[in-house]
């Protein structure tokens, strides 16, 4: 007995201790660059990029395998860091993508499966409603689904996130959202119509509603998008452009399909930097959020490997982003996570068996059995690693303990007014005070 307690306070305390060490870590981070960001201006503008169901350990995973020990991956080498916590409103302890963003876009705690809206259902102003106020434009980019719960929460404030054409039509009504880029044509479309983009596999993404919600855009103003060509013809000041839904993924549901060589698929970086080019013809500025959805899939089915390829997209569009603020430094750029999604740790290769529950049922979603999970004598499954550090000769696996989302909290870097704001532990309503600030600051 006195071994156990022993063994739960030696567990209490490295758990103490593993929270101030990263707590210490962000202030070293934070005397990296100056002590203050600069102050924000009407002009300034705020992207929030969402790396959804990105805890601690995939972060952590996509440093070691893309960047290994010395070069700093480029979402953690803003200049300032903290933690924010997930819990929603409401009876549970883990959020979902829905509660989670609606933090963000609202201020306010949620219930899980409301978009953009409070407990009580009431409708407040969001993050897009706020810029909208100000002049600025305003944007939401998916490497998924544009009307996915994280985007909703900004564009499309509905009571459940699966209202997918209900909030579809919100983003669009008096063109209230100004670039729109994403996957997914079927919320898009009446029912049967295709689309622009083939079908391959028969009925995957056929239209599912009652009236063509790409013609009614293109009438009011929205120049449309489905491939490379045309998203690099956009303009503005309204784009839609619907794209390739999840095309680094689509190899596990369409064999052979080469994603590469697919015209409908346009990375998410060149999507950002479109949107950014767009939205920066607007001299009051803007206000986009941003989202890899695919990373959230990846820790439903526990995959290592999907993982580390989401974390490059969103590394890529830091990149871009960071491209952009060399020439238009008045932005705030806010890097986070809705939630962590597979309880994921990083172990190392060698003499570690996995212990990993089953992921989603089937997995992957793309299987009618499980892929995945370990072996019968806790064998790595294939997508879990071995995985070398880059630069080393070592080499790590993932193991998990849930197909569904944790309620750890979650890192957040930022750079750029008012920054400096996001050092420290928050609740994850703490990034809509900080970017309202930035967005409604007066002269």
Do not use: C
């Amino acid at each position: 007995m006195v071994a156990i307690q022993h063994l739960r306070r030696f567990r209490f305390v490295f758990a103490l201790a593993a929270l101030a060490g990263v707590l210490v870590l962000a202030a070293v981070v934070t005397k990296g660059g100056s002590s203050q960001a600069a102050a924000p201006t009407p002009e300034t503008s705020v992207i929030i990029l969402s790396g959804d169901g990105m805890g601690a350990q995939q972060r952590t995973a996509i440093q070691y395998a893309q960047y290994g020990l010395d070069k700093r991956q480029p979402m953690d080498a803003l200049p300032y860091a903290g933690l924010l916590d997930t819990i929603p409103a409401g009876p549970v302890a883990v959020t979902d993508s829905a509660a989670g963003a609606t933090a963000w876009a609202i201020g306010k705690k949620t219930i899980n499966g409301y978009t953009g809206l409070g407990p009580d259902l009431k409708r407040v102003p969001t993050l897009i409603d706020i810029a909208n106020a100000q002049g600025k434009s305003t944007a939401l980019v998916n490497d998924h689904d544009i009307t996915n719960a994280t985007l909703a929460a900004f564009g499309g404030p509905v009571e459940n996130r699966d209202w997918k054409i209900a909030i579809a039509k919100k983003m669009i009504h008096n063109n209230k959202v100004d670039v729109l880029m994403g996957g997914t044509e079927k919320y898009w479309y009446p029912k049967g119509e295709e689309g622009m983009i083939p079908d391959k596999i028969p009925g995957e993404d056929v239209g599912e509603g009652k009236e063509n919600l790409v013609e009614q855009a293109q009438g009011q103003g929205y120049q449309y998008a489905y491939d490379r060509d045309t998203v690099s013809g956009l303009t503005g000041p309204q784009a839609l452009a619907i794209v390739q839904d999840s095309a680094k993924r689509r190899w596990v549901e369409e064999k052979g399909y080469k994603y590469k060589k697919d015209p409908h698929y346009v990375p998410v970086k060149d999507l950002v930097t479109k949107a950014l080019e767009i939205l920066g013809q607007n001299p009051n500025g803007f206000f986009m959020a941003i989202e890899s959805d695919d990373l959230d899939s990846a820790g439903h089915e526990h995959d290592l490997k999907n993982v580390l390829q989401s974390g490059r997209t969103v590394n890529q569009v830091v990149n871009a982003i960071q491209e952009y603020r060399k020439v238009n430094p008045n932005v705030l750029l806010i890097v986070t996570a809705d939630h962590e999604t597979g309880g994921m740790t990083i172990e190392d290769a060698k003499g570690e068996t996995n212990t990993n529950s089953d992921g989603d049922d089937p997995i992957p979603y793309w299987s009618n059995k499980a892929r995945n999970n370990a072996g019968p004598n806790g064998e790595v499954p294939k997508r879990s690693g071995p995985v070398k550090i880059k630069g080393t000769n070592r080499r790590f696996k993932a193991d998990w303990t849930t197909p569904e989302h944790t309620g750890g909290m979650v890192p957040v870097t930022a750079v750029g007014p008012l920054a400096e704001k996001m050092t420290g532990v928050h609740q994850n309503t703490h990034v809509f005070d900080v970017a309202n600030e930035a967005l409604t600051a007066g002269p």
